[in-house]
């Protein structure tokens, strides 16, 4: 087993669901990740098995109380194979990137907290939480999806949970760039053709335009992610090219495949 995840949550059944479909869920039945779910129901302290209380102060809505999530974090604790990073899913974390799932995949163990409610006991979070992380600037009604959209993208980076290596290589964001348009049969989808550089054959020519529309693309689209990288002459002549074909034609690829820098 190459990852281990512990997730503490009230709703098992949402998480047990998306890990049983897909590549997830291949992984899991492989035994390339362990996926376990524990429900701080199990801990509560009193015979209703209460979960949730009033905020001190006032306010609206109710928080999840330290006691069952402090019994379930220690649960998993206990089930990791190793002693895991727990993580709270939270909108006040950091915002989750390629570069953090990179770096929690080198790690053998995770505990992932899902919040439900107006949040949980921040005590739980100064005691228990080694990091916060976040999907992005919007809420939710909980933590299960935001657990699992980090579990799911924990296992692509997983050695053999693709059955094809190279689409990790060349898939958005991991070398810093958006990936390049993809086509697949039929050759003509109405007025619109594939690039005739992907019929061609010639692969020098395919790697040159693919490399060409990423750079283009990740220009036009995220031109943050190119502003924080030095781009090699290559590349700077490959998206000048791009751009200058881009603005006299009004389209990328007139001819249908171009094959500059190759
Ligand atoms: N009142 C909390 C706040 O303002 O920070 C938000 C609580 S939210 C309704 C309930 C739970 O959903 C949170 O405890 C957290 O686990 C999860 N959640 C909501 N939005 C999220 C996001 N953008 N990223 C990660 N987790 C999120």
């Known amino acids: 087993m190459n ?3 512990g997730l503490v949550s009230l709703f098992p059944e949402m998480a047990t669901a998306i890990a049983s479909a897909g590549i997830l869920g291949r992984a899991i039945q492989r035994d390339e990740m362990g996926f376990e779910v524990f429900n ?55 915002k989750l990137d390629q570069s953090h799932v990179e770096r929690l995949s080198q790690l053998p163990s995770l505990v992932l907290i899902a919040g439900r409610y107006e949040g ?11 990091e916060e992380l976040s999907i992005g600037d919007y809420i939710l009604s909980g933590g299960e999806l935001p657990a699992m959209v980090l579990v799911d993208a924990l296992c692509r980076l997983l050695p053999g949970a693709l059955n094809n290596e190279e689409s990790i290589q060349t898939e958005s964001l991991l070398d810093g760039l958006l990936e390049y348009p ?8 109405g007025p619109l053709k594939v690039p005739a550089v992907l019929l061609g054959g010639d692969h020098g ?7 060409a529309e990423a750079l283009l693309r990740t220009w036009l689209r995220r031109p943050d992610l190119l502003a924080s990288r030095a781009l090699s002459d290559a ?12 603005s006299h034609a009004g389209s990328r690829w007139p001819d249908g495949g171009g094959n500059e820098g190759e």
């Open 205 to 211: 020519a395919i790697r040159g335009w693919r490399r």
């Open 235 to 246: 590349d700077s002549a490959l998206l000048q090219a791009g751009l200058r074909r881009q």
């Open 120 to 130: 949980i006991d921040e005590r739980v979070i100064e005691s228990a939480v080694d």
């Open 182 to 189: 993809q086509y697949t049969r039929p050759e003509q989808v």
């Open 40 to 94: 701080p129901r199990n801990h509560a302290v009193d015979r209703r098995r209460t979960v949730d209380d009033r905020p001190y102060g006032g306010g609206p809505g109710m928080v999840m109380m330290a006691e069952p999530l402090l019994g379930a974090i220690g649960e998993a604790r206990q089930r990791a194979p190793s002693p895991p990073r727990v993580i709270y899913l939270s909108p006040q974390g950091a």
């Open 3 to 5: 990852l281990w995840v």
